[in-house]
Each structure stands twice: as structure tokens, then as C-alpha cells.
């Protein structure tokens, strides 16, 4: 099993829908995680963080479930700049190393 | 504050030619990382660094790479001969490590490097 696993989509959504997707990950003792965003060809960047039960930032909701050992990510209102792909992240040492998933890649449509 | 800085941003080379990619992480973080991302294979973690040392390169492919942080503020990942496999975005990223994990990483606009 992979430490981190996630439908690679695409999830193509119309604009102003909502989209949630999931991230399961198989080391039990972790106790935070990140979801990052990747635009095409750019680097990743830090979306939000959670560090307990989840975590809202505006639009994006980020829920954890410890006893399945999976991680969501909600968009509601969809924004057409909101099409990229979501990197599930969660840290594998004390040194700051961090296990990336495959992605989830969203597309957003007029 | 300036962010994480690479260099290049592209380069082209032809096959057995040494490649040297090099980064600069945000000041303040003891921490750096090298990745490498293509299609095929996603985003790979080669090589990290604490404090200017190398604490984990088991993701490095093979001899033809080589890594060094000589100082806080400068990383260089080396590849000789580079071989068209190689061909991939290359991202250097850093943090504040406290030792407790769970630290955000920053990423470097990253080197896309093609051999051919």
C-alpha cells in the first residue's frame, strides 16, 4: 500500500459547484497534514494545513478522519482559477520530510 | 521576503554533459530539499539536508547524482553524465524544521531540464 493514495481524477466541474475528493494514508501515528495546490507547470504551493479533526479556509474545507485514516478536500463555489492539481502531504520524520501523493487534478468549466 | 530561489530555470544540454542545478533557500530554514517531478513517475524526493547535512539520499537514483549544501544558504544537485532520462522539472524546497515534523515545505519555481 502506498503511504499516501489519491484519485488522480480529473474531476471536471462546472463553475459554482461543489467538489470534494479524499486522501487515505497508512501511517497511523501521523498527526498533521497539508493539502498543497499545483498550478500547470508551476511549483507546489501550501493550500491549508490540518492539524486536528480539520480546518476551514474560506471556500475550502479540509476534514480528517483518523480512525479511516483519510484526509478530504471540499470546494464549494468553484472558481475557474480553482482548476489545478491537489497534492495530498503528510509528514513521514522529526526532519521536516513530507510524503507527496500523485495529485487529484480538478477542472473547472464555464 | 525573498522566497526560494533556483537556478536555472531551463536548461538543455546534450547527453553526457554535466548539469549543475543550484538553490537558495528561504533565510532562516535548516532545512532543504530536492525533488524531481515528470509525468510518469510524480513528484520524488531525492535528496534532504538538515543543518548542511545530508540526512536521507536514499531517493537519489544513481552515482550520476550528486548533492552538496556547503553553507546554510546554497545547494547545489549535480548530475554526470546526464542521460535523456534525466529530463524533468528539478524543485528545491525549504523549511524551518523544529524537530517535531510536520513542518510546511516552500518551493523554488523549480529547473526544467531536458537532455537530449
Known amino acids: 500500500r502506498k503511504e499516501v493514495e489519491q484519485d488522480p481524477g480529473p474531476f471536471n466541474v462546472p463553475e459554482g459547484a461543489t467538489v470534494a475528493f479524499n486522501c487515505t494514508y497508512s501511517n497511523s501515528a501521523s498527526q498533521s497534514f497539508f493539502w498543497y495546490r499545483q498550478d500547470c507547470r508551476k511549483e507546489p504551493k501550501l493550500l491549508m494545513s490540518v492539524y486536528s479533526s480539520g480546518n476551514e479556509d474560506g471556500r475550502f474545507t479540509a476534514q480528517l478522519n483518523r480512525a479511516s485514516q483519510y484526509i478530504s478536500l471540499l470546494i464549494r463555489d468553484s472558481k475557474l482559477s480553482d482548476s489545478a492539481t491537489y497534492l495530498c502531504?503528510?509528514?513521514?520524520?522529526?526532519?521536516?520530510?513530507?510524503?507527496f501523493g500523485a495529485g487529484t487534478q480538478v477542472v473547472v468549466t464555464p | 521576503d525573498a522566497g526560494v530561489i533556483q537556478s536555472p530555470r531551463h536548461e538543455v544540454t546534450e547527453m553526457g554533459q554535466e548539469v549543475t542545478l543550484r538553490c537558495k533557500p528561504i533565510?532562516?530554514?535548516?532545512?532543504l530539499f530536492w525533488y524531481r517531478q515528470t509525468m510518469m513517475r510524480g513528484l520524488e524526493l531525492l535528496i534532504y539536508f538538515n543543518n548542511n547535512v545530508p540526512i536521507d539520499d536514499s531517493g537519489m537514483p544513481e552515482d550520476r547524482f550528486s548533492a552538496k549544501m556547503p553553507n546554510a544558504s546554497f545547494s547545489t544537485l549535480k548530475i554526470q553524465p546526464s542521460e535523456p532520462r534525466d529530463s524533468a522539472v528539478y524543485f528545491c524546497?525549504?523549511?524551518?524544521?523544529?524537530?517535531?515534523?510536520?513542518?510546511?515545505?516552500?518551493f523554488g519555481a523549480g529547473t526544467r531540464l531536458s537532455v537530449l
Open positions: 502531504v503528510v509528514p513521514t520524520d522529526s526532519w521536516g520530510k513530507l510524503q
Open positions: 524546497a525549504s523549511s524551518a524544521t523544529s524537530g517535531r515534523g510536520g513542518n510546511i515545505q516552500y
Open positions: 533565510s532562516g530554514h535548516n532545512s
